[in-house]
């Protein structure tokens, strides 16, 4: 352990000891359970953590006001545990929560659900209007909200506090202080809570055990039921309004197993001495989204280490992961396209493993990737499936082939998690819309593609890995789930292998002629050119085709040069797509726009909407590069 | 893939085709679940791994007539299947199994989960008589017997066939045959299956799919519910009857996925090129004891290779270890303590993981199994927890500790595993017998012991690692969860950071004037003697102080002598125990004795009933050793 203890750190540790002398909680394992079954909930494993080697380091983090603080599990757990008294006994339920990636985030994860409560986190790039839509839609009764944050809350006649003015927010300030005067509405309130805990008189109300007990005894309280909300993560909505998913503790607790194997978190602790093997995470992927896969779950249940991040930053990435010793981390294909572009990458000495999903990878990316020692783990899912459903697993064989078609495969979906049923593909309707027919037994059902790698179809899912459905929104429930499967909307190919491929949501494919164009697969060409760093493709109307494609790319910093972005001729670009590219005639674009940036989500999918919209009306001036 | 292709594997492939064409099974995904649930159960994970990789090495073996078979996911999926379906057309929903660790017996494991039946392994060490009461006490409706062990079942007036006369017995040659005319019951039944798979009109009532639908329409068919028993494995029965221990669906899955993360079965398909990291398991655990500690299932989740093995021969061991590649194996203290011994005994140049329970392993084991490149990884249960429920973690700053300090820590059990509850230590009367006090709330409960490393107590569980209880036993079971909690019997220390130490069987703890020895502590002590393989201490009686303590021991062969065991006089070896081991003078033995072979039940643990006897009655002349 190094750098500094905070002040906070060392009152809590005078409090309530650093060691757990309490007996073992029995978790949720109520009364109402027979022995042989205890409610899966993934809350317990801070708990187990904590117990297991409470001096392990839980959290690492340059804070707000940059300073390096490092916490142990057992830290890490008497502060998840002083906030869930703090909830418990003021009866906080349903907990908002509006910050980075930091560690009163993770703190408030595990409080929540420790005191029996639902999370709600909120995406704060989004404007005061629609947090404030998220929060009162979700019923929440009290928020945490981070510092650099807290005016979305608070400014405004369309706030959520002006509408909301008795629902309490606890700040987080996110400093590491040495001055135990500056502290924020949140370390005040885990404070309260270890402070109520450490004055009940009898040993046995304290602790984990203790704390459970509280809960169990508070009026209304409902013995935990495994299929109980654990968390409510909105969608992005960028098409409507956010969707509130309800996750619940026990698909919460098998996708985040499933994560633990899926992306190899369990480390090695039999090697040879002096070998750490503990999982470093790092915390590029938004919390917010989708509880951040349900890792601060995973990472926790293997007794990792999480390095937080406050915003994304390549050259402290880069400096981190050689640094601090990061083994994983998870992003979106566009993060790490601009990781792989940042001046300061360069190959890293030892492996560390890429969770890549939230948009389809390029073979390009992976290749890139994997020669600077970044080795991607390619999974796929949606906010609806906890995050990752499927991988795209890597055979042995696949070393074998000649040129970058490793790559190709690595950059398919896979095949359904560990813990999951099969992914189907099922075929559609023109519109893109899944559709059953009657089977050799005359019963109506979906039917799956055949296995061609041609055929698209609508990739639907069934099983744990499937969330409970939108919160206080049946019709959208009713549709998620038509007809006994999970609508992904997202079209696909199954390769003879069955493992699955997406081409494109449905409402991307371009029709051109009566051919479908997948812009997934365009995209995929066009950043094989030397200067593109990005591409993304959308339908423009065309009163002959009917659509056409339409390309807007970002280009690479020159090499030594002025760090300008290169310039890409439109004609000199569309004849290497036309010549030099491979592709199918009908495919190629005949437009293209250079932009300083393409628009994207919080969570780094690219917005085609956007997109669509800049087609029609004109690329705004302050991202057009002139041609 | 290389070695021959069994005849009945190409007549298979011819049947059915290596590939998977068939839409992916639902699995048990009935009707009853709503879209976001499927019951947790562990046998779909072979129909996975065939379907994600069909032509992975799913089984390597010798078979009983000495040649080396290899088998594909595929092949092997195939034969579960088409067992399955021989199961379930002819209406057999109780599968006894008496088998070596075969390919048969991993076949039958997955087909009897498939066709909804409940599996009922028996131990081939225990006499006809007693094989006879287990499969009758079960309700077996069907056997699949290896030809070694047939006649345990079909020979003398107490075999099971005597007053059975009408359950089939499936005979397994366990030989790859090039001539398709060798061919015994099991193999057969395989093919009928597969062949009224092949000739059902429809091909959507073929596959996995096909066969989940067929079972499903069977008459008194129920859904799968995953607290459902999917086998019945027995208690070795050391001192009474063998007790059927009934694991549900639900609990087989959870431990299965615990193995995987806990002995880190999930290899990294993310390295370098040509890099294999498929886990190659070793079975030199016997299968049929706890099902393999639920192996059998945690290593086709992860699509690894099962290296069958029909007797422990550590010659072959070593040269499984050296030329397959072997990443995994779990075995026995006594086991390991003999492979350790054995003369081909070398340091591995890879890696290879170890995991060990059934008894309390020393220090000096984990010591010297460490020098040869098998690294432990120590786990503790037994069959009423699916196998290991507890795990030694190895801590990272242990690696700084002087001595063998690190290995005496190892052999502590840790723990709860990840999918647990934690292990408790409850306090004990004088007879070693759990016992309840009134907590400060006057609620009667049991009472942990401090962790104080000393005082000894009854290990007890509570959760998803625990067995449904007994079949046909209720007041067994009652016994066994007396009081909410499921009581192993064995005693234990918890150390000051929470992790649990066995000292002993109540009945083994050795009183002797009035001061308790664990004859565990004790005999990890003796085999620091250098001339000393194995050592077992037992109480005799003594008139003045009640018990004295008594070792049996074996010493090793003499290096580079006539491969003869070392001779070790009594006047000597009590000596060196007195000056030289440092141990409490009131442990020290009075008595020793040298013997050829220790008495062993068929999973390694010492019977310490039968030294008992020996101390009683005199030393049998077989094992007796002059002094």
Not at 486 to 496: E, F, I, K, T
């Given at each position: 352990m190094?750098?500094?203890?905070?002040?906070l750190?060392?009152?809590?540790?005078?409090?309530?000891?650093?060691?757990?002398?309490h007996?073992?909680?029995?978790?949720s394992n109520e009364?109402?359970n027979?022995?042989?079954?205890?409610?899966?909930?993934?809350?317990l494993?801070?708990?187990?953590?904590?117990?297991?080697?409470?001096?392990?380091?839980?959290?690492?983090?340059i804070?707000?006001?940059?300073?390096?603080?490092?916490?142990?599990?057992?830290?890490?757990?008497?502060?998840?545990?002083?906030?869930?008294?703090?909830?418990?006994k003021?009866?906080?339920?349903?907990?908002?929560i509006?910050?980075?990636?930091?560690?009163?985030?993770?703190?408030?994860?595990f409080?929540?659900?420790?005191?029996?409560?639902?999370?709600?986190?909120?995406?704060?790039?989004?404007?005061a209007?629609?947090?404030?839509?998220?929060?009162d839609?979700?019923?929440v009764?009290?928020?945490?909200?981070?510092?650099?944050?807290?005016n979305?809350?608070?400014?405004?006649?369309?706030?959520?506090?002006?509408?909301?003015?008795?629902?309490?927010i606890?700040?987080?300030?996110d400093?590491?202080?040495?001055?135990?005067?500056?502290?924020?509405?949140?370390?005040t309130?885990?404070?309260?809570?270890?402070?109520?805990?450490?004055?009940?008189?009898?040993?046995?109300?304290?602790?984990?055990?203790?704390?459970?007990?509280?809960?169990?005894?508070?009026?209304?309280?409902?013995?935990?039921?495994?299929?109980?909300?654990?968390?409510?993560?909105?969608?992005?909505?960028?098409?409507?309004?956010?969707?509130?998913?309800?996750?619940?503790?026990?698909?919460?607790?098998?996708?985040?197993?499933?994560?633990?194997?899926?992306?190899?978190l369990?480390?090695?602790?039999?090697?040879?001495?002096g070998?750490?093997?503990?999982?470093?995470?790092?915390?590029?992927?938004?919390m917010?989204?989708?509880?951040g896969?349900?890792?601060?779950?995973?990472?926790?249940?293997?007794?990792?280490?999480?390095?937080?991040?406050?915003k994304?930053?390549?050259?402290?990435?880069?400096?981190?992961?050689?640094?601090?010793?990061?083994?994983?981390?998870?992003?979106a294909?566009?993060?790490n396209?601009?990781?792989?572009?940042?001046?300061?990458?360069?190959?890293?000495?030892?492996?560390?493993k890429?969770?890549?999903?939230?948009?389809?990878?390029?073979?390009?990316?992976?290749?890139?990737?994997?020669?600077?020692?970044?080795?991607?783990?390619?999974?796929?899912?949606m906010?609806?499936?906890?995050g990752?459903?499927?991988r795209g697993?890597?055979?042995?064989?696949?070393?074998?082939?000649p040129?970058?078609q490793?790559f190709?495969?690595?950059?398919?979906?896979?095949?359904?998690?560990i813990?999951?049923?099969?992914?189907?593909?099922?075929?559609?309707?023109d519109?893109?819309n899944?559709?059953?027919?009657?089977?050799?037994?005359?019963?109506?059902?979906?039917?799956?593609?055949?296995?061609?790698?041609?055929?698209?179809?609508?990739?639907?899912?069934?099983?744990?890995?499937c969330?409970?459905?939108?919160?206080?929104?049946?019709?959208?429930?009713?549709?998620?789930?038509?007809?006994?499967?999970?609508?992904?909307?997202?079209?696909?190919?199954?390769?003879?292998?069955?493992?699955?491929?997406?081409?494109?949501?449905?409402?991307?494919?371009?029709?051109?002629?009566?051919?479908?164009?997948?812009s997934?697969a365009l995209?995929?060409?066009?950043?094989?050119?030397?200067?593109?760093?990005?591409?993304?493709?959308?339908?423009?109307?065309?009163?002959?085709?009917g659509?056409?494609?339409?390309?807007?790319?970002?280009?690479?910093?020159?090499?030594?040069?002025?760090?300008?972005?290169?310039?890409?001729?439109?004609?000199?670009?569309?004849?290497?797509?036309?010549?030099?590219?491979?592709?199918?005639?009908?495919?190629?674009?005949?437009?293209?726009?250079?932009?300083?940036?393409?628009?994207?989500?919080?969570?780094?999918?690219?917005?085609?909407?956007?997109?669509?919209?800049?087609?029609?009306?004109?690329?705004?001036?302050d991202?057009?590069?002139?041609?």
């Amino acid at each position: 352990m190094s750098g500094p203890q905070s002040r906070l750190g060392s009152v809590l540790g005078h409090l309530v000891g650093h060691k757990n002398t309490h007996p073992p909680s029995l978790g949720s394992n109520e009364a109402t359970n027979p022995v042989y079954k205890h409610v899966l909930t993934p809350t317990l494993f801070l708990e187990r953590a904590a117990a297991i080697e409470p001096e392990a380091e839980a959290i690492v983090h340059i804070t707000a006001n940059g300073r390096m603080l490092r916490r142990t599990y057992a830290e890490f757990a008497d502060r998840a545990r002083g906030l869930a008294w703090f909830f418990a006994k003021g009866g906080f339920r349903r907990v908002g929560i509006l910050a980075p990636n930091t560690p009163a985030f993770l703190d408030t994860i595990f409080a929540a659900g420790a005191s029996g409560g639902v999370l709600i986190p909120a995406n704060y790039r989004l404007i005061a209007a629609d947090v404030a839509y998220v929060f009162d839609f979700a019923d929440v009764d009290i928020i945490v909200a981070d510092q650099q944050f807290v005016n979305l809350l608070t400014e405004g006649a369309d706030c959520f506090a002006a509408s909301h003015p008795t629902i309490p927010i606890l700040t987080d300030l996110d400093i590491d202080t040495t001055e135990g005067e500056l502290r924020g509405a949140f370390d005040t309130a885990v404070l309260e809570g270890l402070k109520f805990e450490a004055h009940r008189p009898d040993p046995a109300d304290r602790g984990w055990a203790g704390l459970h007990a509280y809960v169990a005894s508070l009026p209304n309280h409902k013995p935990l039921d495994e299929d109980d909300t654990v968390a409510i993560p909105f969608t992005s909505g960028t098409t409507a309004k956010p969707k509130g998913v309800e996750f619940s503790h026990r698909g919460a607790y098998l996708a985040a197993l499933a994560n633990v194997a899926e992306s190899g978190l369990n480390g090695d602790d039999t090697g040879e001495a002096g070998k750490s093997a503990r999982c470093k995470y790092l915390w590029t992927l938004p919390m917010f989204h989708a509880v951040g896969w349900t890792f601060p779950w995973s990472v926790c249940a293997v007794r990792g280490t999480h390095v937080c991040l406050r915003k994304i930053d390549y050259g402290l990435i880069w400096k981190l992961l050689r640094e601090e010793g990061v083994t994983h981390f998870n992003a979106a294909p566009t993060v790490n396209t601009l990781l792989c572009a940042a001046p300061e990458a360069a190959r890293l000495e030892r492996p560390v493993k890429v969770t890549v999903a939230a948009s389809p990878p390029t073979a390009h990316l992976f290749e890139q990737m994997t020669g600077l020692n970044l080795h991607p783990v390619h999974v796929y899912g949606m906010t609806e499936t906890y995050g990752p459903i499927t991988r795209g697993y890597i055979l042995p064989e696949w070393n074998k082939l000649p040129g970058h078609q490793k790559f190709e495969r690595m950059a398919r979906q896979g095949h359904g998690f560990i813990t999951s049923l099969a992914a189907r593909v099922v075929k559609t309707d023109d519109d893109g819309n899944a559709i059953t027919a009657k089977n050799s037994k005359g019963v109506v059902t979906f039917v799956d593609v055949p296995r061609d790698a041609r055929t698209i179809g609508e990739i639907v899912f069934q099983g744990n890995i499937c969330a409970k459905g939108y919160y206080k929104d049946p019709a959208a429930t009713a549709k998620l789930f038509a007809g006994g499967v999970l609508h992904s909307g997202d079209l696909a190919v199954m390769h003879p292998d069955g493992s699955v491929q997406i081409l494109d949501r449905a409402k991307d494919i371009i029709i051109s002629g009566g051919e479908n164009i997948s812009s997934v697969a365009l995209e995929s060409i066009l950043v094989e050119h030397p200067d593109v760093l990005e591409a993304a493709v959308v339908a423009v109307p065309d009163s002959h085709w009917g659509e056409r494609p339409k390309a807007y790319l970002t280009t690479k910093t020159a090499k030594g040069g002025d760090g300008k972005p290169v310039v890409i001729g439109q004609q000199a670009f569309l004849d290497w797509v036309k010549h030099q590219s491979g592709i199918s005639r009908f495919m190629v674009p005949r437009e293209m726009e250079v932009v300083t940036e393409l628009p994207k989500t919080s969570t780094g999918k690219l917005q085609k909407n956007v997109l669509r919209q800049w087609a029609l009306k004109g690329t705004p001036d302050d991202v057009k590069v002139a041609p």
